[in-house]
């Protein structure tokens, strides 16, 4: 269980995270979405106590970071997978991390093959491939078996058998009860991994919903329709208020919206129209998440006069 | 590399919590894993046993050619032992780059991740790397006295450990380097940065006495001896000289310095964000 209580970070006249709040539960992998700069990794840092919030602050499993006993046996945590001295192997790394909790040896030794990099795990992670430095960025967070799991970009650099793994192993650490806060910005991987979503922009908070509502939330309403009497359709669907059409010359495809399915069935049949094909348009989640961060950027914008000067350079 | 099915994680990790020991051992794992610990120490040693055997071997070759105020001062402890100034750049190093080689790869996230109360990071690495340089330190200037004395021999100038003051200067040698190794690995943390932390290390022993020299001479000798390497070094000089400090007062003011920059390091690892 993660909760997030007001956080802000500034640095200077910048914020970079503003009055954040969140909770993550166990059980399911969360999703943390934003685009660069949004404030994923500087919230992620101030969750690990690694950036003193300038306000606010986190608890994790109940308690700050810092005053776990045993922090790695309560989170695991791999920020930027690059936290690794180039010059020692990976089994050294991880055993000098093992070392600050008494973290027996066959753990390291455990870890090592659940990542998958026994064959490297004497050589120098200056090396290492970026697929294999996200690998070791695993192994150190998944070291004290921790309850809760903080992953910053795990997929990235990972080949496509990686980023198959990391999904499964996301997934089955969340099924196992664990808290699982994973951010990305690939949206077409949370949604294949994440049940529920934080979607921030600008370090501001703008969604904490699950998946299946996000999408919907931000699906377009638009309607896909396939006629061949495609001009004299989109002609009565005109009439109606509200309703906007667009339509390609030659082609047999309508795009509606501001009507619903059966509106169009109803007003196809009543006119003895064809249909060959009548679609609600559901949006990506990539699609949903630049639609909300773009408002988020617009709402910023607007709002700014009213505020303080601080927020204004932000 | 082709785990693809996820394993279910067992619960091996056993129950122990943060605790200083701990931390030391973690620090003397990471210490003993780089392999620029290594040709760092063997380095030291080389520069502190090779020198010193040089310096004698070429007094004992000119010393019938000396002029007579030279065979005067000649003190075989010191000469013995004067491969320090090269072995001391080589500890001030080493000592910089256990902090800052962290930084600069992105270690210190993973160290502090582990240990969120910093601060016994810092005890651990001071102590470790502190135990080792004394050791290797004290080792390095036993064997290059009683090489040197043995060159020296041939000219019968050597000196005993049992000679007054002798032993003093010997172990004293250690010691400084020692502090010297620990001031470094505090302005290391204080700097964060290699390149930085390493001339500030050498600005402070190397440059400051030249600096000084450059004053009135009357405030010369208020301020010269209280420099942190000739406050240091007055412990390993056998006569002192009439402006020097007193040989343990000398290594207690390097102390003090190596104690300030320690709780400086200390401030700002607490404070900064990793």
Redesign the interface.
Same mark, same amino acid.
């Given at each position: 269980m993660i909760e997030a209580v007001g956080l802000s970070k500034r640095y200077g006249p910048k914020t970079a995270v503003h009055d954040l709040s969140f909770t993550v539960r166990p059980g399911v992998v969360t999703g943390f979405l934003g685009p660069n700069g949004a404030g994923k990794s500087t919230t992620m840092r101030m969750l690990l106590g690694l950036d003193t919030p300038s306000s606010g602050h986190a608890t994790l499993n109940g308690r700050r970071y810092a005053d776990h006993a045993a922090p790695l046996r309560e989170v695991g945590a791999m920020l930027e997978a690059r936290a690794v001295h180039t010059g020692r192997s990976a089994f050294n790394h991880l055993l000098a991390l093992a070392a600050t909790h008494g973290i027996p040896r066959r753990r390291v030794e455990e870890v090592i093959d659940l990542v998958g990099l026994r064959q490297v795990a004497r050589k120098r992670a200056g090396g290492f491939s970026l697929g294999m430095g996200q690998r070791l960025g695993i192994a150190s967070a998944l070291l004290g078996d921790p309850a809760t799991l903080i992953l910053d970009e795990p997929v990235n650099g990972l080949d496509p058998e990686g980023i198959l793994w990391i999904r499964n192993l996301l997934k089955s650490l969340a099924t196992e009860g664990r808290t699982v806060l994973v951010s990305s910005h690939l949206m077409s991987e949370m949604a294949l991994t994440a049940e529920h979503l934080i979607v921030i922009g600008r370090g501001r908070l703008i969604a904490d919903t699950s998946v299946e509502e996000f999408t919907l939330q931000a699906s377009s309403g638009k309607v896909h329709v396939r006629t061949p009497d495609a001009a004299r359709l989109g002609k009565l669907l005109r009439e109606l208020p509200g309703v906007e059409v667009a339509a390609e010359d030659g082609e047999n495809v309508l795009e509606v919206s501001g009507a619903e399915c059966e509106q169009i069935g109803r007003l196809a049949a009543e006119h003895g129209l064809v249909l060959f094909e009548l679609t609600p348009q559901q949006a990506s989640l990539e699609e949903a998440f630049m639609e909300l961060t773009k408002d988020a950027v617009e709402y910023e914008a607007t709002v700014t006069p009213t505020t303080s000067a601080e927020e204004v350079a932000a | 590399?082709?785990?693809? +099915?996820? +394993?279910?994680?067992?619960?091996?990790?056993?129950?122990? =919590?943060?605790?200083l020991p =701990?931390?030391v051992?973690?620090?003397w794992?990471?210490f003993r894993?780089?392999?620029?610990s290594y040709i760092t120490l063997a380095v030291t040693f080389a520069l502190t046993v090779g020198f010193g055997a040089l310096f004698c071997w070429a007094t004992v070759n000119r010393w019938d050619h000396l002029p007579a105020d030279e065979r005067a001062h000649f003190t075989p402890v010191e000469h013995s032992l004067r491969g320090y100034f090269l072995a001391q750049m080589a500890i001030g190093v080493l000592g910089v780059l256990v902090v800052t080689?962290?930084y600069s790869?992105?270690?210190? =996230?993973?160290?502090?991740?582990?240990?969120?109360?910093r601060l016994p990071v810092l005890w651990a690495k001071t102590a470790v790397f502190g135990a080792i340089t004394w050791v290797v330190a004290t080792v390095s200037c036993l064997i290059a006295f009683f090489l040197g004395q043995a060159i020296l021999a041939g000219k019968h100038l050597d000196t005993t450990l049992s000679a007054p003051g002798v032993l003093r200067v010997v172990l004293g040698m250690g010691l400084y380097l020692t502090a010297v190794g620990l001031l470094a690995v505090g302005i290391g943390t204080l700097i964060r940065n290699t390149a930085g932390g390493i001339a500030a290390v050498f600005g402070t022993l190397l440059v400051l006495p030249l600096l000084a020299e450059a004053l009135p001479s009357s405030w010369q000798d208020d301020i010269v001896p209280y420099l942190p390497s000739n406050a240091g070094q007055a412990v390993a000089t056998l006569h002192q000289g009439p402006h020097d400090l007193a040989p343990w007062t000398g290594l207690g003011v390097l102390g003090l310095y190596v104690l300030a920059a320690l709780i400086g390091a200390a401030a700002v690892l607490k404070?900064r964000?990793?």
């Open positions: - | 590399m082709s785990t693809v +099915t996820a +394993t279910v994680i067992s619960t091996k990790a056993g129950e122990g =919590r943060v605790t =701990r931390v051992h973690s620090e794992i990471k894993s780089l392999r620029s080689g962290e790869t992105g270690m210190i =996230r993973a160290s502090l991740s582990a240990v969120p109360k404070r964000d990793a």
